[in-house]
């Protein structure tokens, strides 16, 4: 049951990571750029704490 729910919040992050990086757009009109940098920053911590939960906190 725990092997489940780990994999289920992992998607949930992950889903959260593609729409922060799909969210990245060059020089629109309705995103500053300094949004745009912080939501590409976001996603890549969102990553990193996939790869975290993956691994069981292993390699912190």
């Known amino acids: ?3 489940l729910k780990l994999r289920y919040e992992v998607l949930l992050i992950s889903v959260a990571r593609s729409i922060l990086k799909g969210r990245n757009v060059a020089r629109s009109k309705h995103v500053s750029r300094r949004d745009n940098n912080t ?3 976001m996603a890549e911590q969102l ?3 996939e790869k975290n939960m993956l691994s069981k ?3 912190v």
Do not use: A, F, G
Request: glycine share 0%; aromatic share 24%.
């Open 1 to 3: 049951m725990d092997w």
């Open 39 to 41: 939501m590409w920053s």
């Open 47 to 49: 990553e990193s704490i």
């Open 57 to 59: 906190y292993e390699n």
